[in-house]
């Protein structure tokens, strides 16, 4: 799926990725480990009708969709405006601490995964994007320098790199900062731009969420959507698709399996 490249003619040097849905799928389910926590965090122990918590599940629902891509603490933020703001809850937290309770909550499945893994009942192969290690492979081959941003926290996006053996392929890997509230991916597109020396048609940015997407197009940079079904780990998601499309992706595919066209995109043509 496609939209007009501006970029065309181009070849890429250095191209910085999303992780977690562009690559890995450990942390496959995160909204549904987000969307009660929240509404628990909101609703508190208030007696709401059937139709408030419809509301509210809408709301949450609505809110987990366009704010994919960015980093926890702002999410959290806004939990702790919605509790404060509807009163329902008279416990009210502050973003951190309710950053912390998520945070406890999914790291339990990505922590489960990750023993699997070490026991040697499923492989890397089995939460990374199909086609992503041929892919990172033919880029490495052509001298093309490989970033990773992401919203996720720092020591955790290196250590789930490392555990699914990808961290090498990069030069440089950037998680949320530690109890700090700032976007990492921007950061890291600007530092590729103004310190690297990179222009900005000379920078691809692939990722699942519309934050990076935009990013990439308000400094000129070429921006791919991967559509991931972080189930199938292959094809299509249409929700993400219409996501990645409104943000104004140059292209859009579901997963790496088709490595010339990835390349075609990157301005670097097969043999």
């Known amino acids: ?14 191209v910085l990725f999303d992780f977690d849905g562009t690559l890995s799928t450990l942390r496959a389910g995160w909204e549904e480990t987000m969307a009660p926590m929240m509404k628990v965090a909101i609703a508190g122990s208030a007696p709401l009708t059937p139709e408030q918590s419809a509301e509210l599940d809408r709301e949450i629902a609505a809110y987990i969709d366009q704010s994919t891509g960015i980093q926890t603490i702002f999410q959290m933020r806004w939990l702790a405006e919605q509790v404060a703001g509807k009163g329902w809850n008279p416990e009210v937290l502050g973003e951190w601490e309710y950053k912390a309770e998520y945070n406890r909550r999914l790291l339990e499945s990505v922590n489960a995964r990750i023993e699997r893994l070490r026991a040697g009942s ?8 199909k086609g992503s290690v ?3 492979e033919e880029l490495r081959t052509r001298g093309i320098e490989m970033f990773v941003a992401s919203g996720t926290d720092h020591p955790d996006v290196v250590n789930e790199a490392e555990v699914l053996g990808v961290r090498h392929y990069f030069q440089d890997i950037a998680g949320a900062p530690v109890g700090r509230a700032d976007c990492s991916k921007e950061k890291v597109i600007a530092d590729l731009l103004e310190e690297k020396g990179f222009r900005g048609d000379e920078l691809a940015v692939i990722g699942d969420g519309k934050v990076e997407i935009r990013l990439a197009r308000e400094r000129g940079a070429l921006a791919l959507g991967i559509a991931s079904d972080e189930n199938r780990r292959e094809g299509i998601n249409p929700v993400k698709r219409e996501r990645l499309l409104a943000a104004g992706a140059h292209h859009i595919a579901g997963d790496f399996l ?14």
């Open 1 to 14: 799926m496609t939209s007009s490249n501006s970029q065309a003619g181009t070849r890429i040097k250095a």
């Open 122 to 129: 499923l492989s890397a192969s089995d939460y990374l994007m």
């Open 134 to 136: 041929p892919f990172l």
């Open 258 to 271: 088709n490595k010339g066209e990835w390349l075609e995109w990157l301005g670097w043509q097969t043999e």
